[in-house]
T-cell receptor
Framework: IAGITQAPTSQILAAGRRMTLRCTQD?????MYWYRQDLGLGLRLIHYSNTAGTTGKGEVPDGYSVSRANTDDFPLTLASAVPSQTSVYFCATSGTGRFYEQYFGPGTRLTVT | GQNIDQPTEMTATEGAIVQINCTYQ??????LFWYQQHAGEAPTFLSY??LDGLEEKGRFSSFLSRSKGYSYLLLKELQMKDSASYLC??????????WGAGTKLIIKP
């Protein structure tokens, strides 16, 4: 593993189904984030975790949940998907850079039908 | 509320110079980032400003005026590969990043 990986790359999901988006890092960064990116709206923070064992809500947390059992993994779960959750989801980390800049995974493109 | 404004789209010519502006109104300020995002890819870090003034890094420079709530990204000697979206983001008083919607830059030969 090099950097941040996300799975799946893309997914088409029926409304009402449960889905977990996976994010794994090998950068040993403490902080991890989940964003969604929609055309014209920019990146919006869903949930974040400043360190293993802690999580917090971002700007648009409704309908999503996260867990942080260890440093490397930060899964995002949609308990019952709705069409408005169609988006591109990015996982990001920050930690040891000079400016604590965020590093992004490749993204998951999710379509809820 | 918190707000970051950037132009939606800009067009420039290969070899020229372009300036992308960003204005912000946030609860507190702990730094401003510029990221580049090519279509279908993840954002990548370009620059960081926390003090007023100009930061230069090769063909790219970023300027900050905290009193005016204003920043710009200056790209010189434009290349076709610079066609991308450029995202402005501000770290607020809670150290959360607030993102602008991004500026799509189109480079023409």
């Amino acid at each position: 593993i090099a950097g941040i990986t996300q799975a799946p790359t893309s997914q088409i999901l029926a409304a009402g189904r449960r889905m977990t988006l996976r994010c794994t890092q090998d950068m040993r960064h403490n902080a991890m984030y989940w964003y969604r990116q929609d055309l014209g709206l920019g990146l919006r923070l869903i949930h974040y975790s400043n360190t293993a064992g802690t999580t917090g809500k971002g700007e648009v947390p409704d309908g999503y949940s996260v867990s942080r059992a260890n440093t490397d993994d930060f899964p995002l779960t949609l308990a019952s998907a709705v069409p408005s959750q169609t988006s591109v989801y990015f996982c990001a980390t920050s930690g040891t850079g000079r400016f604590y800049e965020q590093y992004f995974g490749p993204g998951t493109r999710l379509t809820v039908t | 509320g918190q707000n970051i404004d950037q132009p939606t789209e800009m067009t420039a010519t290969e070899g020229a110079i372009v300036q992308i502006n960003c204005t912000y109104q946030t609860s507190g300020f702990n730094g401003l980032f510029w990221y580049q995002q090519h279509a279908g890819e993840a954002p990548t870090f370009l620059s960081y400003n926390v003090l007023d003034g100009l930061e230069e890094k090769g063909r790219f420079s970023s300027f900050l005026s905290r009193s005016k709530g204003y920043s710009y990204l200056l790209l010189k000697e434009l290349q076709m590969k610079d066609s991308a979206s450029y995202l402005c983001a501000v770290t607020d008083s809670n150290y959360q990043l607030i993102w602008g919607a991004g500026t799509k830059l189109i480079i023409k030969p």
